[in-house]
């Protein structure tokens, strides 16, 4: 199994790179992001140790940066930073896994086995809806050739929609994916979302994507507002 360790504290990376080759792990180091990123796309590798905090790019940049080239090797991030919002952010990024330094190495190891054991995640499918595209692997919606900037969670509501293309989702469903089955505010926040929505992916376009089903819920489906 070969792993890429990208870390610039030199003497922990050389210790990952020992411990882990006593596990039996071939091991490659990179000292910045840049240089990581470079490794990881050029490479071979089962699995990734990626640090948060690199000169040149930040570990954020280097996982996002691959996700974007579909390259879905299976990511385990280490920092010194704590708290949900850092955890949040590295996971957006396409990160499957997450470590706080400092941590346990048994543990590292342990997660990183299972990581390798589930193997590389399966590459999202983009979603067409007439000239909509909505590609959940990078992140990216466009209208035709219109890229169009979405807000994370502006972007999760319309992805949970385009993968249910046709259906009619209740609000309650968008609100749970969505958010959590825990959020305790209004449900209302979802019609927020949703009109925020169609004035970004239908309004300047003269279409009508995403349709209010009385009662109930909505639907994505491709109609055009002008006719």
Not at 36 to 56: C, K, N, S
Not at 61 to 73: D, M
Not at 148 to 154: F, K, P, V, Y
């Amino acid at each position: 199994m070969r792993i890429l360790v990208v870390d610039d504290d030199r003497r922990l990376a050389e210790l990952l790179r020992r411990g882990l080759a006593a596990e039996g792990f071939a091991v490659e180091l990179a000292h910045d992001g840049r240089e990581g990123l470079h490794l990881a796309r050029e490479g071979q590798h089962d699995a990734i140790v990626l640090d948060v905090m690199l000169p040149g790019l930040n570990g954020y940049r280097v996982c996002a940066r691959l996700r974007e080239a579909g390259i879905w090797t299976p990511v385990l991030m280490l920092t010194a930073k704590d708290g949900e919002y850092d955890e949040a952010e590295g996971l957006d990024t396409g990160a499957d896994d997450y470590v706080t330094k400092p941590f346990s190495y048994v543990t590292l190891v342990a997660r990183l086995r299972a990581l390798i054991r589930r193997g590389r995640p399966e590459r999202p499918v983009p979603v067409r809806i007439g000239d909509l595209h909505v590609d959940p692997g990078h992140r990216r919606c466009r209208r035709g050739p219109v890229d169009i900037t979405l807000t994370a969670r502006e972007f999760a509501v319309l992805e949970y929609l385009a993968l249910r293309t046709g259906e009619v989702v209740a609000k309650h469903e968008v609100l749970e994916h969505v958010w959590d089955a825990a959020f305790e505010g209004d449900v209302n926040i979802v019609e927020v979302y949703v009109s925020a929505l169609r004035r970004k992916i239908d309004a300047p376009f003269g279409r009508r994507t995403i349709h209010t089903v009385r009662g109930v819920g909505y639907r994505l489906a491709v109609e055009d507002a002008r006719r």
